[in-house]
Nanobody, 116 residues
Framework: VQLQASGGGSVQAGGSLRLSCVAS????????MGWFRQAPGKEREFVAD????????YYADSVKGRFTISRDNAKNTVYLQMNSLKPEDTAVYYC??????????WGQGTQVTVSS
């Protein structure tokens, strides 16, 4: 499966962005999906996860209350709404498909830059 992330950009602190990730497969509805990010010089870190039906979501403590993950299975798309952005949210954001407890397929990433 190919995953195409988009929606990144440059915003000031306190601003918002919505990331999208489109999957090139009709079986998207069966996938659990996640968002990760990697800042320069740091390891990739988990941001959020959503179950195949959108019922169950998980968030990293650092984004809880500010970010919302959602999905539209009719559009093969998962979203990450990011509000109240902080400079420490600056990173390349990746979407990934989860199978069981393992993230298998990864998108190419989209850059998010938050200035103070």
């Amino acid at each position: 499966v190919q995953l195409q992330a988009s929606g990144g950009g440059s915003v000031q602190a306190g601003g918002s962005l919505r990331l999208s990730c489109v999957a090139s497969t009709r079986t998207f509805i069966t996938y659990h999906m996640g968002w990760f990010r990697q800042a320069p010089g740091k390891e990739r870190e988990f941001v959020a996860d959503i179950s195949w039906n959108g019922v169950i979501t998980y968030y990293a403590d650092s984004v809880k209350g500010r970010f919302t993950i959602s999905r539209d299975n009719a559009k093969n798309t998962v979203y990450l709404q990011m509000n109240s952005l902080k400079p420490e949210d600056t990173a390349v954001y990746y979407c990934a498909r989860r199978s069981g407890a393992t993230y298998t397929s990864w998108g190419q990433g989209t850059q998010v830059t938050v200035s103070s």
